[in-house]
């Protein structure tokens, strides 16, 4: 419990950094962040013991949260490749995570969470992944800059704080 509260406590430090670093390069280039970008940081958040609990198997279980650790991983993944302006691995990184690489895994643990999940918790997923899909898209780009990304990363991100606030897992072993 208390690790885990550590882990969604990094993510928050990650979008925060993000927003931080969006706005310190916007000030270098003399133009201000977005209002979404600003927004990131202000994501309310519920009571974790009043969200909405999803009642989920142990294959479950695992499969969601390695999901969740991965993307994790792969915020850290891309923010390294970006303070090397290594667009090439944003964009590999981003890529794995667009909803057509990862909505319709037919993985029997995902297929049979995915058919109980309340209607809401898409209305997190799907925009996240297209978040990334647009970040894949931007690093492609000949003339893309580190603040570009980072202002779409903040962006993306509150996907997961928003998710996060608003469901728990439930394991029925
Ligand atoms: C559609 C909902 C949703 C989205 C979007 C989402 N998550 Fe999660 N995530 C969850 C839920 C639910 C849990 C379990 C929380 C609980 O039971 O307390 C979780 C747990 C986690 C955990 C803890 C894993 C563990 O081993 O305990 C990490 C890390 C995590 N998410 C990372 C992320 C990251 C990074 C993103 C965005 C890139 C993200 N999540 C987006 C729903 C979501």
Same mark, same amino acid.
């Given at each position: 419990?208390?690790?885990?509260?550590?882990?969604?406590?990094?993510?928050?430090?990650?979008?925060?950094?993000? @927003?931080?670093?969006?706005?310190?390069?916007?000030?270098?280039?003399?133009?201000?962040?977005?209002?979404?970008?600003?927004?990131?940081?202000?994501?309310?958040?519920?009571?974790?013991?009043?969200?909405?609990?999803?009642?989920?198997?142990?294959?479950?279980?695992?499969?969601?949260?390695?999901?969740?650790?991965?993307?994790?991983?792969?915020?850290?993944?891309?923010?390294?490749?970006?303070?090397?302006?290594?667009? /090439?691995?944003?964009?590999?990184?981003?890529?794995?995570?667009?909803?057509?690489?990862?909505?319709?895994?037919?993985?029997? /643990?995902?297929?049979? !969470?995915?058919?109980?999940?309340?209607?809401? @918790?898409?209305? !997190?997923?799907?925009?996240?992944?297209?978040? !990334?899909?647009?970040?894949?898209?931007?690093?492609?780009?000949?003339?893309?800059?580190? /603040?570009?990304?980072?202002?779409?990363?903040?962006?993306?991100?509150?996907?997961?704080?928003?998710?996060?606030?608003?469901?728990?897992?439930?394991?029925?072993?």
């Amino acid at each position: 419990m208390r690790s885990k509260a550590l882990v969604i406590g990094m993510l928050g430090a990650t979008v925060l950094c993000s @927003w931080a670093l969006a706005q310190q390069e916007g000030a270098h280039h003399g133009h201000h962040a977005s209002s979404e970008t600003r927004a990131a940081a202000a994501v309310p958040k519920a009571k974790p013991s009043s969200r909405e609990v999803v009642s989920v198997n142990r294959d479950e279980y695992d499969h969601v949260l390695g999901d969740m650790n991965q993307m994790l991983a792969t915020l850290g993944q891309i923010n390294q490749a970006l303070s090397q302006q290594d667009m /090439a691995t944003v964009r590999k990184l981003a890529d794995a995570l667009r909803p057509q690489h990862t909505m319709q895994s037919q993985d029997p /643990a995902s297929v049979s !969470f995915h058919a109980k999940l309340p209607s809401r @918790w898409r209305e !997190f997923g799907r925009p996240m992944h297209q978040g !990334f899909a647009r970040m894949a898209d931007q690093a492609a780009r000949p003339d893309v800059t580190v /603040a570009q990304i980072q202002a779409l990363m903040a962006q993306t991100t509150q996907y997961c704080v928003a998710c996060h606030s608003t469901y728990r897992l439930h394991l029925n072993p």
